[in-house]
């Protein structure tokens, strides 16, 4: 893989000297559900990473190409459409203008409605500016695409998420308003340590350590990034199975007309030469062409 | 040049031919010795073919934003008697009307055969259904039928007490002059078809889900 | 051409012959057609091109039918509509995207395959370049593709190579400066230049089918060159198309087909880059600008020379060197199996290739640290530069006229006959 190789060579380079401060550390590997060609989405895992996300990461992160209806489709975190409407009831957003061509209200705010299946979750901050305006400058990604759009993946999210409680080494320069985290670019991170112990409750009795509550809401936003995984998965494996077939079948044929025996009923008769022609591939008695 | 291919053979390699001395044909021409095996080949290969074609036809289905579209509900306590109000549907206009006794008793008046068209378009009935009044609703206080003039499509205007249109108390489509009544069905005009009413049902006293 | 021998055997047949041969022309080019009987692995890529042409024309084609080339929509379009929501968008893009570099991949094989076998030399001199031409097409077809999702890489690798017009400065004061703008139309990379890349990608693949008609015309003149580089000699030498190299093609077709769906399904971002997954923000660049891999060579060449003026020569100039190699081999034997020592030399340029491609992949200022010294990559890259101009413009004519070959075989049948195979 190309990443692995990238990152080998750069482990390679930095071995011989003392760890270099303006690098990142290379992301700690971990093993994750939907790794390899039979990987699939923990149901569990999504589960508790939504609750995650809902209840910790949301408040600064969108998730702008999530829709609710999402929640409920197959190859995610398997609520039901019953379920995924009650999670869509709780959003409120920004509604139509009403018949008078309203959308603010007569004290200046936002006139709001609930969620339905087809909203996509809506973004903590109204535009780029209040995000930064609420982050000290800094804006927060949306999460849509995230582990896609990161080399190391889940990874590198994971490590930034738990990353946050090695100390700077000394002579490290923590910048103002900045924690430190050696596995972001600069080693400066806007963010602050997201995660907890018992931040959230899981309803399914997951003790809520920092590394679990991490990895779930990675596997969650691994899902919201790919949510079409499990489906290519199953469908790749059936491609595959059907090629491979059609090439044992191709193959044999390649070799009979090839190398097929005289009495064998076949297309075109072998090949001038080789001893076990019945008749010549280009007669040459003939006027045609090959 | 292709000529060179047809360079004469070189007299060392013998002209073939069979037992009886006669020449052997280059080709061979009967279908039934074609062998099995090239004949699964040819099959597998198709079927290969046919199972790819399907993504790029399916992919011009709706896609699943606008079939998460394809229902909506919506709260209609507000809607006062003889009121209509207008929502959107799978991109069209949808009438939602709130009828008076008068305009019950209006539909009732008339019997279907009397109709120009005497189906009830109805998508939670048969398509045989006669258009009864009875079977143009679920509740009889609410006539829900889409806005699209059956003739070529056009919005029709609803008629009100303050500003009537037509002459049967329903709407008046304004392009061609096709005139419904309140329950909905064509009386007058070139319209083919009763207003068609969508798949829908209550979900509480006041809320519809349509679609 | 050799003599036509297709015979329609119905009277619609024969009607429809005599006005509009085309059932004609594909049994004498596809069916009956003389191929020299001893092709191998490396003679399918032609026909794997001729699919991969037709996947991307296909997939891209109903791609458009969702894809939005605007600044604001583009990169929604394709991550949320095509991606989520529209049915099996996502396998369609994926085939898209991974099918342009199996495509570039193929061509590579395509390439180096006619480089080893003399397959550019008379009376193949046309055929090779309208092949060089359909590269070039490729690779400005790629170009354009690759700013349309509108992603970090998109929006920046569009703004280094344009802005490489703006060495045209050098030479005249302005003009390039003016030939970029024009080329944006705009004052920087932006929507104007998306919606005209989307118009020129959805044009040049058109472009190259009708080039790669042209390319089919120019081999079924003199016939196909082989592995031994002899010409034939007559039938004894060929077998018809079909179903000889149908069901050969076939067959190492499915098998590259294979290989390539399990990029699709399984890795089908291994080619790609995480930065294009962002959507472009003309604020913010990249801290690595890389262009896909199949430009990586070419884009190591232009960081390797310091001048920004030479630098986009030498690029130009190392694609315009492909067109003179059937005059700059001066050799009389076609095929390395019988150039021993420009077989060593083709390997090395293999190689050199690949050193440049990863040069390029690196960042400008790459070092390797050996035992504490520091050797800047750069130099690899010149070194690899040199190498790649040597070769054509010094090694190939020389070698031509000094080596010593090896024994030709007297005809294509009598090598097949020795080898005891067929």
Request: one cysteine or more; hydrophobic letters at 45%.
């Amino acid at each position: 893989m190309k990443p692995a190789l990238v990152l080998a060579l750069a482990a390679m380079s930095v071995a011989a000297s003392a760890e270099d401060l303006t690098q990142p550390q290379a992301p700690q590997v971990q093993s994750w559900s939907f790794d390899g060609p039979l990987g699939h989405y923990d149901r569990g895992a999504l589960q508790r990473g939504f609750q995650v996300y809902k209840e910790v990461c949301s408040a600064c992160h969108s998730l702008n190409m999530v829709a609710y209806h999402d929640l409920a489709a197959p190859g995610g975190p398997g609520f039901s459409e019953a379920q995924a409407k009650v999670l869509a009831a709780e959003a409120h957003i920004p509604a139509e203008p009403n018949d008078k061509g309203d959308v603010f209200d007569e004290r200046g705010n936002r006139i709001m409605r609930s969620g339905i299946l087809a909203d996509h979750f809506p973004p903590p901050f109204v535009n780029e500016q209040a995000a930064r305006a609420a982050n000290g400058g800094a804006l927060p990604p949306d999460l849509s695409l995230i582990i896609k759009a990161r080399q190391g993946g889940p990874d590198y999210v994971y490590s930034i998420l738990t990353g946050f409680n090695q100390h700077p080494p000394h002579g490290f320069a923590v910048q103002e308003g900045k924690y430190y985290n050696p596995f972001f670019p600069g080693r400066n991170i806007s963010m602050p340590p997201p995660l907890k112990p018992n931040l959230v409750s899981f309803s399914d009795g997951t003790p809520a350590t920092v590394s679990n509550e991490a990895k779930a809401v990675v596997t969650f936003l691994a899902w919201a990034s790919e949510p079409q995984l499990e489906a290519r998965h199953r469908i790749g494996m059936q491609v595959l199975s059907f090629l491979v077939l059609l090439a044992g079948l191709l193959f044999l044929s390649y070799r009979k007309i090839w190398h097929g025996k005289p009495e064998d009923p076949g297309l075109v008769h072998d090949l001038p030469g080789t001893g076990t022609e019945k008749a010549p591939v280009g007669d040459p008695d003939s006027l045609s062409g090959g | 040049m292709g000529r060179a291919i047809l360079s004469r053979v070189p007299a060392d390699i013998p002209c073939p031919r069979h037992e009886d001395n006669t020449l052997a044909n280059a080709t061979e021409t009967e279908p039934t010795r074609r062998d099995f095996l090239y004949i699964a080949t040819g099959a597998a290969a198709a079927m290969g073919a046919g199972l790819a074609a399907w993504p790029f036809l399916d992919q011009m289905n709706p896609s699943s934003a606008v079939l998460a579209m394809a229902s909506i509900e919506v709260d209609i306590a507000a809607i006062q008697p003889g009121q209509q109000v207008v929502f959107k549907w799978r991109g069209h206009p949808l009438f939602v009307r709130r009828r008076t006794p008068k305009e019950i008793a209006a539909a009732r008046a008339v019997a279907p055969s009397d109709l120009p068209d005497g189906l009830a378009r109805n998508a939670n009935l048969t398509d045989s259904a006669p258009a009864s009044d009875a079977n143009r609703v679920i509740k009889p206080e609410w006539l829900v039928v889409v806005g699209v003039c059956t003739h070529l499509g056009c919005t029709p205007t609803v008629s009100t007490p303050q500003s009537p249109q037509g002459s049967y108390g329903g709407w008046l489509c304004h392009c061609h002059g096709s005139e419904y009544d309140t329950a909905g069905r064509i009386r007058k005009g070139p319209a083919p078809q009763n207003l068609a009413v969508p798949p829908y049902a209550f979900t509480g006293p006041t809320k519809l889900k349509i679609g | 051409m050799a003599h036509s021998s297709y015979v329609p055997k119905t009277k619609l047949g024969r009607w429809f012959d005599q006005r509009l041969p085309i059932v004609r022309l594909v049994s004498d080019s596809f069916v009956t057609y003389p191929t020299p009987r001893n092709l191998n692995f490396w003679y399918v890529f032609g026909a794997i091109l001729t699919l991969m042409l037709v996947v991307q024309i296909v997939t891209g084609i109903v791609l458009a039918m969702h894809y939005v080339p605007s600044a604001d929509a583009a990169f929604g379009s394709v991550e949320q509509r095509i991606m989520r929501e529209v049915n099996y968008g996502w396998l369609i893009r994926y085939i898209h995207a991974n099918g342009a570099s199996m495509f570039f991949l193929a061509v590579y094989v395509h390439m180096f395959r006619g480089l080893y076998y003399g397959s550019y030399k008379a009376p193949r001199e046309i055929l090779w370049i309208l092949g060089v031409f359909i590269y070039l097409l490729m690779t400005a077809t790629a170009f354009f593709g690759y700013v349309l999702p509108w992603g970090q890489m998109s929006f920046w690798g569009a703004t280094v190579i344009t802005s490489l017009f703006s060495a045209i400065d050098q030479i005249i004061p302005n003009l390039g400066t003016a030939i970029t703008h024009w080329l944006w139309g705009d004052f920087a990379v932006g929507d104007a230049t998306l919606n005209r890349f989307f118009s020129l990608h959805y044009l040049l693949p058109f472009v190259i089918a009708g080039v790669v008609g042209l390319h089919i015309w120019a081999l079924h003149v003199p016939g196909n060159n082989n592995p031994l580089g002899i010409d034939v000699k007559g039938p004894q030498d060929t077998v018809p198309f079909y179903p000889f190299y149908t069901v050969k093609d076939g067959f190492f077709m499915v098998l590259f087909v294979i290989f390539y769906l399990a990029f699709v399904f399984y890795a089908p971002n291994f080619f790609g880059n995480p930065d294009n997954y962002i959507q472009a923000n003309p604020l913010v660049t990249p801290t690595d600008i890389v262009p896909e891999w199949y430009l990586l060579p070419f884009y190591a060449m232009l960081r390797a020379i310091p001048s920004k003026l030479i630098g986009v020569l030498v690029l130009v100039g190392a694609l315009l060197t492909l067109l003179f190699v059937p005059w700059l081999d001066t050799s009389k034997v076609r095929s390395c199996r019988f150039r021993p020592l420009m077989k060593q030399l083709f390997w090395l340029f293999a190689a050199d290739c690949i050193l440049l491609g990863y040069v390029g992949s690196q960042t400008a200022d790459a070092a390797w640290h050996l035992g504490g010294i520091d050797f800047p990559l750069v130099w690899l890259a010149r070194f690899g530069t040199l190498y790649y101009f040597g070769f054509f413009w010094v090694l190939m004519p020389w070698i031509g006229k000094r080596e010593v070959t090896r024994p030709l075989p007297e005809s294509i049948a009598q090598a097949v006959l020795a080898k005891g195979k067929h």
